[in-house]
């Protein structure tokens, strides 16, 4: 799981308050309840992804760190 979050956690880190502001679209507004536990839901998840790139982030290592590399056109080496 470690060197999964050291690849994808920025993704992550983007990806669960945009996934979680398209739920609360869905959920109806006089379901106060469901706001309030999905919006701190994500709100809290993606607090505490930071906090592990935080003590995840080694400030003696030289380059980028968090890298993730995914080919978009790969026959032109488009990544």
């Known amino acids: ?3 999964f ?3 994808w956690i920025l993704t992550l ?3 669960v ?3 979680a502001a398209t739920l609360l679209f869905l ?3 006089d ?3 469901a706001v309030r536990v999905l919006g701190v839901g ?3 998840l993606t607090s505490v992804l930071s906090l592990w790139l935080l003590v995840a982030y ?4 030289a380059g980028f760190q968090f890298l993730q590399r995914l080919p978009w056109v790969p026959s032109l080496g488009i990544s």
């Open 17 to 19: 308050p945009c996934v």
């Open 13 to 15: 880190i983007l990806a």
């Open 1 to 3: 799981m470690n060197a």
């Open 58 to 61: 080694d400030q003696h290592a």
């Open 42 to 44: 994500a709100a809290l």
């Open 5 to 7: 979050l050291h690849e």
């Open 31 to 33: 379901n106060k309840r």
């Open 27 to 29: 959920v109806p507004a």
